[in-house]
């Protein structure tokens, strides 16, 4: 059973370009959250994407966006990047269980280098 | 608001030793879920205890164990007998509601000396 995947792994732009990262839950999760870690910090969290629609949101600006497909895997896009978003982008899934969300489960994330 | 706090930022212990990774946490939820995940140098986060804020049972996990108390807004987290491979970054988090968004804590980064 494949865990959370994510593509790519690494990822070099350039200030003013958009990124687009993608993620896979684990199989038969039906919902995807997006996290950012700066270096030396915590997670935080940017959106959360459950039947192909935002359903919870983070303090990100609108230049971060997201996008759930029918079969739930999801991408988060990133326009105008600023130095700043260099992080590592971290996606995490889970499944509403008899009305109750599972635990999450976290892939390996992309590391966005912005330069 | 909520926020989890790790005074801790990097702690150093020789193999064998027990080591206690300190969490406070602040939220005005009644109905919570607290965790700790531990990460590795590749990335990903490894989920290894969960607790609600329904229950302050202490329990014990192989070599893993809690102490969660409410009165005081603390979960701390025990590792007995540490080996090498425990050496990473932990961090606290909580949610509102299992499977929902977490705030974490910045992290304490663990180092198992041989």
């Known amino acids: 059973d494949a865990g959370v995947t994510q593509s790519p792994t690494h990822l070099i732009k350039t200030r003013g370009q958009q990124v687009t990262l993608r993620c896979s839950p684990k199989?038969?999760?039906?919902?995807v959250s997006w996290y950012q870690q700066a270096l030396g910090q915590g997670p935080q969290f940017i959106f959360q994407?459950?039947?192909?629609?935002?359903?919870q949101r983070g303090n990100f600006p609108d230049r971060f966006s997201g996008h759930q497909f029918p079969n739930y895997s999801s991408e988060l896009n990133v326009n105008a990047l600023l130095l700043g978003d260099s992080a590592l982008y971290l996606c995490a899934s889970s499944l509403i269980l008899e009305g109750a969300r599972t635990e999450a489960f976290f892939g390996q994330g992309t590391r966005l280098t912005v330069v | 608001a909520q926020k989890v706090t790790q005074a801790q930022t990097e702690i150093s212990v020789v193999e064998k030793e027990d080591v206690t990774l300190d969490c406070v946490y602040e939220t005005r939820d009644t109905t919570y879920y607290l965790f700790w995940y531990k990460q590795p140098p590749s990335g990903e986060l490894v989920f290894l205890i969960r607790?609600?804020?329904?229950?302050?049972q202490n329990e014990i996990s192989g070599r893993y164990s809690w102490n969660f108390q409410k009165s005081t807004s603390s979960f701390n987290f025990t590792i007995t007998a540490s080996q090498v491979v425990d050496s990473a970054v932990y961090f606290c988090?909580?949610?509102?509601?299992?499977?929902?968004?977490?705030?974490f804590g910045p992290g304490t980064r663990l180092s198992v000396l041989p």
């Open positions: 988090a909580l949610s509102e509601a299992q499977g929902q968004n977490f705030v």
């Open positions: 199989s038969g999760h039906d919902t």
């Open positions: 607790r609600n804020s329904f229950d302050e």
């Open positions: 994407y459950y039947e192909e629609e935002e359903r």
